[in-house]
């Protein structure tokens, strides 16, 4: 079970878990997202690795708004910041995890990956390790088949790598970045802003990594 957005993380973990020898089985969250262009892309991502199915699932995180990536009253930030920025979607990896173990639990499977990072990356608490390792044990706390002796995984394969190290990686699984999305205001064709915080960090992947940049700009 993968959680996938479409962007270079997600892109990543899917072709790694391939590479590994799992069968995937996709899920992609519309959440009410302002970047809806990164559905699109996930679809194409999964067609393009052969995934064994691809869900994508219906919520309305834009209901309870927080968040300038669900509220369209909020601009989305274009400057840096050391606070959580205001694009932080309030339990946002935490619902689609939980999505995500639900339908593990009908197919009875027993590893879900996500593509979190905690290195390079906007300073989400809901991306660091401590994190993974609680969604973790809740998961088997919370579910009928760790109650029955079963063991669920959450594994976060990009945890601790830099950007750059992520494209790296992406490249030699044969992943083509020009068919990700990575803006938070994208628009339907998938051109970035080239400002946001999400196009700052994968802009300087791309750098650090010595690779052009196959990202699209509408400004």
Known sequence: ?????????SATTVAYAKKQGFSCHALSISYGQRHAAELHFAKTLCERLEVAEHKVVNIGLDQIGG??????????PTEPTSAIPSTYVPARNTVMLSIALGWAEVLGAEDIFI??????????????PEYISAYERLANFATRFGVEGGEIKIHAPLIDMKKSEIIALGLDLGID?????SCYQANRAGEAC???????????????????DPTRYFN
């Open 67 to 76: 968040s300038s990536l669900t509220d369209r009253s909020l601009d989305v």
């Open 115 to 128: 593509g979190a990072n905690a290195v390079d990356y906007s300073g989400y608490p809901d991306c660091r």
């Open 1 to 9: 079970m993968i959680l996938v957005s479409g962007g270079v993380d």
């Open 194 to 212: 080239g400002y946001c915080d999400s196009c700052r960090i994968r802009r300087n992947g791309f750098e650090e990594a010595g690779i052009a």
């Open 177 to 181: 970045f020009s068919a990700t999305v």
